[in-house]
């Protein structure tokens, strides 16, 4: 069996995964601020704490990314039950 990576300067969450890395999964914000709703969410974390990574795939999940083949790219799984 193959080992993954460890994505040590990953900042594009799709390269990330396209890469097959280990992330740390942060789904569950999304879930967060959905519920939370409210005109702009402040998120704050440590220095090298994942904050421009987090946005990515904030980025991701609410935006449809076309792949060069035309096909919607998207993960498997759901987000929350």
């Known amino acids: 069996?193959?080992?993954?990576k460890i994505g040590i300067g990953y900042e594009d969450y799709k390269r990330?995964?396209?890469d097959d890395c280990y992330y740390v999964d942060k789904t569950l914000l999304?879930?967060?601020i959905?519920?939370?709703g409210g005109?702009?969410?402040l998120l704050t974390r440590p220095r090298r704490f994942g904050k421009t990574l987090a946005l990515s795939m904030l980025?991701?999940?609410f935006?449809?990314?076309i792949d060069s083949d035309g096909s919607l790219w998207t993960t498997a799984g759901t987000l929350w039950e």
Not at 1 to 4: A, G, I
Request: proline content about 0%.
């Open 1 to 4: 069996m193959e080992r993954k």
């Open 16 to 18: 990330m995964i396209d």
């Open 30 to 32: 999304v879930r967060d």
């Open 34 to 36: 959905l519920k939370q």
């Open 39 to 41: 005109m702009a969410t």
């Open 59 to 61: 980025r991701t999940f």
């Open 63 to 65: 935006e449809a990314e």
